[in-house]
């Protein structure tokens, strides 16, 4: 098809409106002033170097990979059978239930982390953590209600009732017929699920105490009393990883699973 | 399936949604409709405050210019996307997927070194002689709606490509054929049918901007708060719990009627689609 000269032109600048900005920061990371300089007059590494060497950075990583890990994991084990049951089952109120298992969405996060650190944690007592993961929880699950349910949708449970026919059990089934048929709406959900979870901020901000703080939050934190190449160093390492995350999803499921 | 199995399998999700979040929501935001002279009291309060009324107005504003400029940038980069070849689609998602996968604490970041007062703008000014001295664009609300425009119009272009892909070439050629100019032909056809993924782009930029908290922190400053952060700011530095849960039950109330209205929109610009056709 002809292409719009004008149409091309407008879109090349959106997309460098949307790349240009990381550029820079990936630029800024290798210069060795302590000032963020654009562009740079001398190449270092030493930003680099600073990040690895940060004791916040590294606890905080390893506290963002468990809670997004965790959060992802358990909102599997209880969203998969939940999308299940709604997308098979003649209940009453499917709909009404669905809204309720994506309600999660309509609530702010930064209400969700302050509701949670009010009731949970100042309330019942419950250490930070737990709440944390709890707020965690709430980000990921109505991805997997979301895109496992759209999965199951596409699933042909007569496929199901052939193997009920041929004697396999319900539960038999369920394991050997309709989960390895939509293993790949499980790991789309289980990568966005989990890369929303680790870059989450509302829900961690008032989800925060001794010993437990997000990755992300920490880096805010940072960002707010110091200003210098750091930030853009942990940029260009966070940027890679998630380049090498779009590679394996492409690779594997395609870069569209991310899309959803 | 059986009633009883099917039960089973929604009740685990159901009781952490309900302790966790449920619960939580009714006993810190029903204690406020009591709290001063009279019933939603507090919420009468909160508009009669012109600093609070500010900061709500800034808000919306900020929603509001956020989801038009992304509408009007997102729409035709979506539709150019949807018209390129395999290959190129492929690549121009990617594109447009990668930002949304990187932390908006960065995203935001990269802002604050184009903006600040030694960014990349203001050098461009002052090398150039433009301006003796930097102009103050950090910390406004001009760089609050940069920054959001920047955080959510990849989630409008990716939302309204994916809608704009299922529409044929076809489409296009029949209407081109029909004798419309290319950008009738757009309005007229293409626009219509990708009405229903504009709608859900528009509810999720307007939401997701209505309730950021990491941009208008950053951007914003403290001296351009916005709902998400004053109630933080309530909470955490001037210890106004109940004002802080007031705020909350603002935001979930203007999400859902946006939500809402957004969805009315596309109801009746369905129909009268309809009576065109």
Redesign the interface.
């Known amino acids: 098809?002809r292409?719009?000269k004008l149409?091309?032109a407008?879109?090349i600048l959106?997309?460098v409106?949307?790349?240009a900005?990381?550029i820079?920061?990936t630029v800024?990371a290798f210069g060795e002033g302590s000032?963020?300089t654009?562009p740079i007059k001398t190449f270092s590494v030493k930003w680099f170097v600073n990040v690895f060497a940060l004791k916040s950075f590294r606890i905080s990583f390893v506290t963002s990979l468990e809670i997004a890990l965790l959060a992802t994991v358990?909102a599997l084990?209880?969203?998969i059978?939940?999308a299940?049951?709604?997308a098979?089952?003649?209940?009453k109120g499917r709909g009404f239930?669905k809204s309720?298992?994506l309600?999660?969405t309509?609530?702010?996060?930064?209400?969700?982390g302050?509701?949670?650190y009010?009731?949970?944690v100042l309330?019942l007592k419950i250490p930070v953590f737990v709440g944390l993961l709890?707020?965690h929880?709430?980000v990921t699950?109505p991805y997997v209600i979301r895109v496992v349910g759209s999965s199951l949708d596409q699933f042909d449970f007569s496929v199901e009732e052939a193997a009920w026919s041929l004697g396999c059990t319900?539960t038999g089934a369920f394991f050997r017929v309709v989960l390895p048929n939509i293993t790949s709406g499980i790991s789309a959900a289980f990568m966005l699920a989990f890369?929303n979870s680790f870059?989450n901020?509302?829900v961690s901000?008032?989800l925060s105490g001794p010993g437990v703080s997000t990755f992300?939050a920490t880096?805010?934190n940072y960002?707010?009393y110091n200003?210098d190449p750091t930030?853009?160093a942990?940029?260009v390492v966070?940027?890679a990883v998630?380049?090498l995350?779009?590679v394996i999803v492409?690779k594997t499921l395609g870069?569209?699973a991310?899309?959803k | 399936m059986k009633k009883s199995s099917a039960f089973i399998m929604v009740v685990p999700g159901l009781v952490i949604l309900a302790i966790c979040l449920f619960l939580p929501l009714l006993r810190v935001l029903v204690p406020t409709f009591y709290t001063g002279d009279y019933l939603f009291s507090a919420y009468a309060d909160f508009f009669k405050d012109s600093y609070y009324l500010k900061i709500f107005v800034r808000t919306v504003k900020v929603a509001v210019i956020t989801t038009i400029v992304c509408m009007a940038a997102g729409v035709p980069t979506a539709y150019f996307i949807s018209r390129c070849d395999k290959k190129w689609r492929g690549i121009l998602l990617s594109v447009s997927i990668f930002p949304m996968m990187t932390n908006s604490v960065i995203r935001s970041f990269a802002w604050i070194n184009i903006l600040g007062s030694n960014g990349i703008v203001n050098r461009f000014l002052m090398m150039s002689g433009l301006v003796d001295k930097p102009v103050k664009l950090l910390y406004t609300d001009f760089a609050i709606i940069i920054g959001s425009v920047y955080l959510f119009l990849p989630l409008m272009i990716v939302t309204v490509a994916g809608v704009m892909e299922n529409i044929g070439d076809d489409m296009m050629e029949a209407a081109l054929s029909l004798g419309a100019d290319r950008l009738k032909a757009f309005m007229k056809v293409i626009f219509p049918m990708s009405l229903p993924g504009i709608i859900v782009g528009g509810i999720l930029v307007f939401t997701g901007t209505l309730t950021a908290y990491t941009t208008p922190q950053l951007l914003g400053g403290n001296k351009n708060m916005v709902l998400a952060t004053f109630i933080y700011q309530r909470a955490m530095s001037v210890g106004d719990w109940n004002g802080a849960a007031v705020i909350s039950l603002i935001m979930i109330v203007v999400t859902l009627a946006v939500i809402k209205g957004f969805n009315a929109l596309a109801a009746r610009l369905d129909k009268r689609g309809g009576d065109h056709a």
Not at chain 1, 88 to 91: A, D, L, Y
Not at chain 1, 106 to 112: A, N, S, Y
Request: glycine share 4%; net charge positive.
């Open positions: 098809m292409k719009n149409l091309t407008f879109a959106v997309f409106f949307m790349i900005p990381l820079i920061i800024t000032a963020i654009f358990i084990l209880v969203g059978p939940a299940y049951a709604l098979r089952s003649g209940m239930l309720v298992f309600s999660p309509i609530v702010p996060g930064i209400v969700i302050f509701v949670l009010q009731f949970l309330t709890a707020g929880f709430m699950l319900k890369i870059n901020i509302p901000m008032f992300p880096l805010m960002i707010e200003y930030v853009s942990v940029s966070l940027m998630t380049v995350l779009m492409d870069v569209a991310l899309a």
